[in-house]
């Protein structure tokens, strides 16, 4: 007897059906990821970092059921029918943004990695050329507020050092002190700064700041500068090192559990100060998490991401796996207008900056 073209049955079909099954329930588990708390299930964030190849797993799958006339079709499909709204945190088709208002601001969040743009045997030189070209950069986005993550100055001093450099802005900034230098997070205003503080993590040299800021109108924002626990990791030598030596696979697994763990502590530190506070808020930085995540999907409340709302194409913004990652975000009150978010391919961090622009609230 000759079977028919899509039959389902035999070995061959059963194990198509157990792996579209498979597929589905990872992709079930990576769109939870984002309301389970990591310090509870570390491994889930690690299921909402491989949303997108597991999503393009599941549609591979898709097209072969399909082109099998198989009925087991519906099991991926069903699977990918939530990706249709959560893709759009990572690719916008066409920008939906609002037309610019008379009371807007335009925002830079920037990772700009120590200023490390090089690695070779010039890497001083390649240094000081990288901090020119990233002062050259934010003076040519014209920004009103610009917010910096792994700021590594040496032999400088920090408040002459902005004066000198942003003589237009006001400096908000905490920095750690050693004796290689100063390192830490800055947020550089147009407006007046009337207040600012720090949220210093334990145990880490990740933290939060923020600045109160006196906008048009006179009306005050508070905008939290974020920089959350780093992976700490190289991928390239963690890939070159897999089968030959088990300690730095050791203490990579170490490093990824205990940023995953952190994290979810930072977040609802910075939250526990956003809920105390009484202004409009903004959450800007360099969050070291996907849009599958219980980081984005904290911070998101009250908010919204300026990307989704008026970005063009790929929003990653990690360089060395780009266009995959998306780490580093703007994101504005609810009911304010996203006008415009690009990410420019500034090759002086392995970090792309993002460049939001917003109009406020006319009132509030």
Known sequence: MVRKKG??????????RVLMLLAAFLLFLSYASVVVNPSKAWF????????????????ILLVWAIRRKSSAFLIPLLALLPSIILFGRYFQFSSGGAEKGENSLKIVSYNVGRFNMGKDKARALNKKACLDSVVRFIKETEADIVCLQEVDLKDYDVKNFFQERFPEYDAGYFMFINRKG????????????????????????NLAIYTDLKV??????????CHFESYNISLTNLVKSWNRDSTLVKNAERRIKRSITRRPQQVEQVMSNIEDCPLETFVAG???????????????KGRKD??????????ASYSGLWPFVRIDYVLCPRHFKAVSNHIPKKKYSDHYPVVAEVNLQESY
């Open 44 to 59: 889930m964030t690690l299921l909402g970092l491989l949303f997108v190849p597991i999503a393009l797993l599941n549609l």
């Open 306 to 315: 300026t990307f989704v709302e008026a970005g063009k194409g790929f929003g």
């Open 286 to 300: 360099d969050f070291n998490d996907n849009p599958m995540s219980y980081t984005y999907y904290r911070l998101m």
């Open 7 to 16: 039959h389902d049955g035999g070995f061959f079909g059963i194990t198509a």
């Open 216 to 225: 048009n109108q006179g009306s005050t924002v508070r905008v939290y500068n």
């Open 182 to 205: 100063a390192y830490g997070n800055v947020t550089l205003s147009r407006f007046p700064i009337v207040d600012k503080g720090k949220l210093q993590f334990e145990k880490s040299s």
